[in-house]
């Protein structure tokens, strides 16, 4: 099963008329067209893409992550702040890269509550059900949560894909295989779990113990992104080769009888 979560472009009419940011600053937030490569390498998988924009509401933040310096109310919460949250990086994000705050004005627990009721929640409801559903009728579900990074800087070749699994805890080793071995056979460099390791959508499904297993990708821009990280590039289709070759790979491991080998 794949997720999209961040590649929406839809921005309300409420947004619109309460950010103090030029809209196009909040393309910022966007995994910048992770669902054209979604739905290029997608065959026969159950696909879910987010239309919603991540300014309006952050699909892989979790319900309890409100900004207390947004939000009226999110202060009597009592939850810990998380770094995400404290960086404007929380349910509703409050920042956005170098443009700085997004809001002209603090938003009001009723309208935060209201996006969570009809985005956030319905949202996590249909990956559950699904998932739930596969592991029925499969005896294993595997969520591919696709999401995309800004290139990394580090000594010698950058890691083009992030693999994350929460250390562990959100997905079967032997998944985690697959995915290492699909991009290495492409030559591709990747890194595990740093400095991305899984948020909510991961935390929340991935049950390896129940046999259902959660995996997020992020996929450097630069790889698949023209110059201007804004429309797909010249090695688009490498990156689209690399998706497919990923979940053949751990469709193969999912198959009858792979259990035994592990």
């Not at 209201?114 to 059900?129: F, K, S, T, V, W």
């Not at 023209?226 to 990156?239: I, K, Q, S, T, Y």
Request: net charge neutral; with cysteine.
């Amino acid at each position: 099963m794949l997720a999209v979560p961040h590649a929406g472009r839809d921005y309300p009419a409420p947004l619109q008329s309460a950010i103090r940011v030029p809209l196009a600053a909040l393309k910022g937030l966007e995994d910048r067209c992770a669902d054209a490569l979604a739905l290029e390498a997608w065959r026969d998988e159950t696909l879910f893409i987010a239309h919603r924009a991540r300014a309006w509401i952050d699909l892989n933040r979790g319900e309890q992550e409100r900004d207390p310096k947004l939000e009226d109310g999110a202060g009597l919460l009592g939850v810990p702040l998380s770094a995400k949250l404290r960086s404007g990086l929380g349910l509703v994000p409050r920042r956005v890269g170098n443009s700085g705050d997004i809001w002209s004005r603090r938003l009001s627990s009723a309208e935060v509550l209201a996006r969570i009721d009809e985005d956030h929640r319905p949202y996590h409801e249909a990956l559950a059900g699904a998932l739930s559903d596969a592991r029925t009728r499969h005896g294993v579900a595997v969520l591919v949560d696709i999401h995309s990074m800004p290139p990394l800087a580090s000594i010698g070749e950058p890691a083009r894909l992030v693999i994350g699994d929460r250390f562990g805890k959100s997905a079967g080793t032997r998944f985690v295989k697959r995915i290492e071995d699909a991009a290495r056979a492409l030559g591709v460099s990747i890194a595990s779990n740093t400095p991305y390791a899984g948020g909510h959508t991961l935390e929340r499904h991935g049950a390896p113990h129940n046999g259902i297993h959660a995996v997020q990708l992020e996929f450097d821009r630069s790889f698949y992104l023209d110059a201007a990280l804004d429309r797909p590039g010249p090695n688009f289709a490498a990156a689209v080769r690399l998706l497919r070759t990923i979940l053949d790979g751990l469709l193969d491991e999912a198959a009858p009888g792979a259990l035994a080998a592990e």
